[in-house]
Nanobody, 121 residues
Framework: QVQLVEPGGGLVQPGGSLRLSCVAS????????MNWYRQPPGKERELVAS???????DYADSVKGRFTISRVNANNTMYLQMNSLKPEDTAIYYC???????????????WGKGTLVTVSS
């Protein structure tokens, strides 16, 4: 089993910055990808940013140039630096990982419980 802990949410004013983190622990052989999703109030969950084991990153158009995903492979930690925040960034942010647990158990998906980010004056 893999556990994900996501400290870092909170209330921030428009134009402000916030950094989310996600620490993965447990039965991890190797991590294929680490990703951030979010679910705004009343809307579907959407992919915000992704990071592959090869170092490739990708972003939703709505956050390009404002958000930066990074990871520290040595301790299975991922970050999301969010700058120039807007009210429409208000959402529950979820950490997601795709991992190879062990031989024969590949590509398993795990989710964090989510952390609320509120952008409001």
């Amino acid at each position: 089993q893999v556990q994900l802990v996501e400290p870092g949410g909170g209330l921030v004013q428009p134009g402000g910055s916030l950094r989310l983190s996600c620490v993965a622990s447990g039965s991890i052989g190797s991590i294929n990808s680490m990703n951030w999703y979010r679910q705004p109030p009343g809307k579907e969950r959407e992919l915000v940013a992704s990071s592959t084991s090869g170092g490739n990153t990708d972003y939703a158009d709505s956050v390009k140039g404002r958000f930066t995903i990074s990871r520290v492979n040595a301790n299975n930690t991922m970050y999301l630096q969010m700058n120039s925040l807007k009210p429409e960034d208000t959402a529950i942010y979820y950490c997601h990982v795709n991992v190879n647990v062990r031989a024969g158990l590949y590509g398993r998906n795990y989710w964090g419980k989510g952390t609320l980010v509120t952008v409001s004056s």
